[in-house]
């Protein structure tokens, strides 16, 4: 305060500042002084003081409760209202940015699961073309009862054809061989003992169990023929009983069979 | 001694009875209370320095509060009310400083 730090109070105030007759008197003296000795004239200091104390005391309250916005001027309000719209403004991009790449998300994980379930078909049918995989459905049993020993490896191989003529998608024999693309029919020709039946180096015996599954009807009509299989093995006088079924086990399988020679075209 | 338990009761009183400011008083309270601030602690240096008044203190208290309030409410009036308060404060806040060096060297002689 210039008013104070400017001696305009030239005299002394004795009662505050103590006794008059000691001329040279420190600041500290006079306030130990003050607050041993109070006068009437601090009474009016006291009522100034109360008053700052007191308006200090509920600015500090007032700041700590002011979680909202009455008291503010006008421009900082408006700067405060700009910086919500901006922040909001920015929170819309970001939920505009993550809504495109959830989408873009989905859709490439449907795509991806809409291949991977093709490409699960696509293995499925291969594995049952090859035989790797016991397979069930509808389909016919075939049973062969031979006493005379007449059935050879060709009415066999005559069935087989039939067979996969009428859509057989997997056939079985005698719940042992798997009939899949490289199954070899064997005669013992080679082996120098003609007449026996062997299919993948495995000889089948009587009764011929021939299981096939596909579409009942045309399997078993398939068979019945003229001059199909049904009827070369009445010619020889052996007894052949077409069942079709709702279900086929085929249970045996094969091996996967590694192509050593053959690599697929890359075909673009 | 009256004047420090003057102090102590107005701070008890703004604590206990927690008025709600008004609003419209709410923008130059906090100037009001720097510049009050100033006007203690000139007093005090005053006091110090052997030539305190109580008559002057009441007088310079009001007016500066009465000023910085002024100064602000004109400031919002053209516009510039936060840069001007900003502007009080840091004269206010400068003054302060001073005033608490000179009673620092009255008391502790350093």
Redesign the interface.
């Known amino acids: 305060?210039p008013?104070?730090?400017?001696?305009?109070?030239?005299e002394?105030?004795d009662t505050?500042?103590g006794a008059g007759d000691q001329p040279v008197?420190?600041?500290?003296d006079?306030?130990v002084q003050?607050?041993?000795k109070?006068t009437r004239?601090?009474?009016?200091?006291?009522?100034?003081?109360?008053?700052?104390?007191?308006?200090?005391?509920?600015?500090v309250?007032?700041?700590e409760a002011a979680t909202t916005y009455?008291?503010?001027?006008q421009?900082?309000l408006v700067q405060v209202l700009n910086n919500l719209s901006a922040a909001a403004q920015r929170a819309e991009n970001d939920i505009n940015q993550l809504e495109q790449a959830q989408s873009s998300l989905l859709s490439n994980r449907d795509s991806r699961a809409a291949a991977i379930s093709r490409a699960r078909e696509q293995a499925d049918a291969l594995a049952i073309l090859a035989g790797t995989v016991p397979a069930t459905g509808p389909g016919i049993r075939v049973t062969v009862t031979d006493e005379s020993g007449q059935i050879k490896i060709d009415q066999l191989l005559n069935a087989l054809q039939e067979l996969r003529d009428a859509g057989a998608e997997a056939i079985e024999i005698n719940d042992a061989v798997r009939v899949v693309a490289q199954t070899a029919l064997d005669d013992g020709t080679a082996a120098g003992e003609p007449g026996r039946i062997i299919v993948d180096g495995q000889e089948l015996a009587q009764p011929y169990v021939i299981e096939a599954i596909g579409n009942p009807q045309t399997l078993a009509t398939a068979l019945e023929i003229f001059g199909g299989f049904l009827e070369q093995v009445e010619q020889v006088s052996a007894r052949a009983v077409v069942k079709e079924l709702d279900e086929v086990e085929i249970a045996s399988v094969r091996e996967i069979a590694t192509s050593e020679y053959a690599t697929p075209v890359e075909d673009e | 001694m009256i004047a420090a338990l003057g102090l102590l009761i107005g701070l008890l009183a703004g604590l206990l009875l927690q008025p709600e400011v008004p609003l419209w008083l709410e923008p130059y309270l906090p100037i009001a209370v720097v510049a009050a601030l100033d006007a203690v602690f000139g007093a005090l240096r005053a006091f110090l320095d052997g030539i305190f008044d109580d008559k002057v203190f009441v007088v310079s208290f009001t007016s500066n509060v009465l000023i910085a309030a002024l100064i602000v409410y004109l400031g919002d009036q053209l516009g510039v009310g936060g840069q001007l308060s900003t502007g009080v404060i840091v004269v206010l806040g400068i003054r302060i400083f001073s005033n608490v060096a000179a009673i620092r060297r009255h008391l502790f002689h350093a």
């Open positions: 305060m008013e104070h730090e400017q001696p305009d109070q030239p002394r105030d505050v500042a008197e420190t600041g500290r006079r306030l003050a607050i041993r109070p004239r601090q009474v009016g200091v006291a009522v100034i003081l109360a008053i700052l104390g007191f308006s200090a005391a509920v600015q309250r007032s700041t009455p008291g503010m001027r421009e900082d």
